[in-house]
């Protein structure tokens, strides 16, 4: 007899079920408090300071008006996201990424060099996009070009899929400057924006190598024996049909305005880098910031006013689900709050995450968001949702807010392996790679995953991050 397939809840209505269940928590939980101190400018529980009070149990208006209640408490960060992806929407429909991508790979046919870097390069390429802008759902149309592209120099077709969906996958995981989870969740927690680059910087470096070393031996392994390759008849079917000639039509011609376009990105990166470090900037000032660069962009790219809005509003209405669910997920912290059920839920889950050695902590909170992770894939959403009870879980384990964050972080390393991320699922449809032959594929990788986010947990509580 064959089992019916398992179906998940959309987010929307996982959230919602979520927020369903605290309410019924609120009639049925003692409610408690933690008292809060003032440490270095925040605000940290006091651990020794909880204590029983009356809880408030939430009715139905009440869980009705809790994500109205959530959207204007997280209004800052929903009309951080919604412009940024605008921003990026105006530089999309410039066309420079892909001319850049196309300019690089025609290089490959021609120089030996480009083609040791061919790999490392690209990878690199969108894993820098993953960790800078959030590069996530935007890798699915160039499925469509590395597939083709691989196939035509003698790889297959996992690793066209692997170069843009894994490239950008490890990056968006390893973040050091990606706005939609390390600046959001760092928001959250309270800790300052973009603070303790130097570290990420170091995670990002070692998570783009493994990833990088891997495909590499993987690629040199499939093209000495293209047999080896999970996907081998199917490729033999794409190469008949001619799939594989299709890397060399209609490429994008890298030129003069591409050349600016992506110049004012990268300077607009180095802003935004300096006006964190230095002034402090928050999400208000970082959206003007890429606004400014979306309209400066446009115009460069010899935009008229209305391509430029036309192409800002496709980017800004492709996030607005993300923003509803930040909306969703605050709604959850508005609830619990509001019945006096967080602290007492926090005092019960503490020695679940506590440990006489930080590092532990550290690695059971990332073990608890790699499962969360399979439920709900949204970088911002998950911030939303989590680091609201993460955040003070740190203070009670003593390990630090920071990593805290990256324990989030890392709780991404799982998506490219779960068949509930819409964006796996997409990449693979495109392909026409079946999830178990991926998944299969994927398993070494995947540990080697876990194992670097284990290990790069321990050293922030010794350094004191």
């Known amino acids: 007899m064959k089992l019916p397939a398992l179906r998940l809840p959309n987010t929307y209505v996982l959230i919602f079920s979520i927020l369903a269940l605290i309410a019924l928590a609120s009639w049925i939980m003692p409610g408690g408090r933690y008292d809060t101190r003032l440490v270095d400018g925040r605000t940290q529980i006091d651990p020794a300071s909880f204590r029983n009070v009356p809880s408030v149990p939430q ?27 605008g921003a990026f929407g105006v530089l ?8 850049m991508i196309h300019a ?103 998570a783009t190598a493994l990833t990088i070393a891997f495909l590499m031996w993987y690629a040199a392994r499939v093209r000495r024996t293209p047999e080896y390759s999970p996907t081998f008849a199917l490729d033999q079917s794409l190469r008949a049909g001619g799939m594989a000639a299709l890397h060399g039509q209609q490429h994008a011609v890298l030129g003069a305005r591409h050349r600016l376009v992506l110049a004012l990105f990268a300077v607009s990166l180095a802003v935004m880098v300096a006006g964190v470090v ?58 619990a709050r509001d019945a006096h059920i967080i602290d007492s839920a926090l005092h019960a889950i503490a020695p679940l995450i506590q440990s006489s050695v930080p590092a532990f902590a550290a690695q059971k909170m990332f073990a608890i968001q790699s499962v969360i992770n399979f439920f709900i894939h949204s970088g911002t959403g998950q911030a939303a949702l989590t680091m609201p009870v993460m955040a003070p879980l740190a203070d009670l384990a003593g390990i630090s807010r920071q990593t805290a964050v990256l324990a989030f972080q890392f709780g991404e390393f799982t998506t490219p392996m779960i068949p509930t991320s819409g964006i796996t699922v997409g990449v693979l449809a495109l392909a026409r790679i079946p999830w178990l032959t991926w998944a299969r594929w994927m398993v070494p990788l995947q540990l080697g995953y876990a194992v670097l986010a284990l290990a790069l947990l321990a050293p922030p509580g010794y350094i004191g991050w």
């Not at 009715?59 to 992806?85: N, S």
């Not at 999309?92 to 990424?97: C, E, P, R």
């Open 92 to 99: 999309q429909k410039t066309g420079a990424i892909e001319a």
């Open 278 to 335: 230095r002034y402090g900037w928050f999400v208000e000032q970082i959206a003007a910031l890429f606004m400014a660069m979306g309209i400066a962009a446009g115009l460069a790219a010899r935009l008229d006013g209305d391509a430029i809005a036309d192409a800002f509003l496709h980017g800004a209405r492709d996030l607005v689900g993300t923003a509803i669910v930040i909306a969703l997920a605050r709604g959850t912290v508005v609830l």
């Open 59 to 85: 009715g139905l208006d009440a869980l009705l008006m809790a994500p109205i209640k959530g959207f204007a408490e997280a209004a800052p960060i929903i009309a951080f996201v919604l412009v940024v992806g």
């Open 104 to 206: 690089v790979a025609r290089k490959h046919a021609t120089s030996p060099l480009a083609r040791a870097l061919f790999l490392p390069l690209f990878i690199t390429l969108f894993s820098l996009g993953g960790a800078t802008f959030g590069m996530n759902e935007e890798a699915i149309p160039f499925v469509l070009i590395f597939v083709p592209l691989a196939l035509a120099l003698g790889y297959d077709s996992i690793v066209g899929v692997s170069i843009p969906f894994l490239g950008s996958q490890v990056g968006f995981a390893a973040a050091f400057l990606n706005p939609f989870n390390v600046g959001v969740a760092q928001g959250i927690a309270g800790v300052p924006l973009f603070s303790g680059m130097g570290y990420r910087l170091v995670v990002w470096f070692l």
